[in-house]
């Protein structure tokens, strides 16, 4: 079956760095292309960033557009999200999404 695993969430300060990363299994990884979304409290699900299936091409919600950069490694069925300069308002619950499956999200907090 489809599993998709977040990891690298964690707390920083705003203007630090944050690399998540999601590791997919359960499909032909190369295939496909994947989003990373993020869900703020109180708020609801956004797309924060997307990626082709062989990565050549990339989108960035406006409010990360600059900041945060979308990669992958179809060699290791794994996609990054770079966050850089960030911000309070990036505080979320992020979440690795291919087609209709979701993992179960990564935490990151920004404050000081």
């Known amino acids: 079956q489809v599993r998709l695993v977040e990891s690298g969430g964690g707390s920083v300060q705003p203007g630090g760095s944050l690399r998540l990363s999601c590791t997919a299994s359960g499909f032909t990884f190369s295939r496909y292309g994947m989003k990373w979304y993020r869900q703020a409290l109180g708020k609801e699900r956004e797309l924060v960033a997307g990626?082709?299936?062989?990565?050549?091409?990339?989108n960035y919600a406006g409010s990360v557009r600059g900041r945060f950069t979308i990669s992958r490694d179809n060699a290791k069925n794994t996609i990054y999200l770079q966050m850089d300069s960030l911000k309070r308002e990036d505080t979320a619950m992020y979440y690795c999404n291919v087609e209709w499956y979701w993992g179960r999200g990564t935490l990151v907090t920004v404050n000081s």
């Open positions: 990626i082709t299936s062989n990565g050549d091409s990339t």
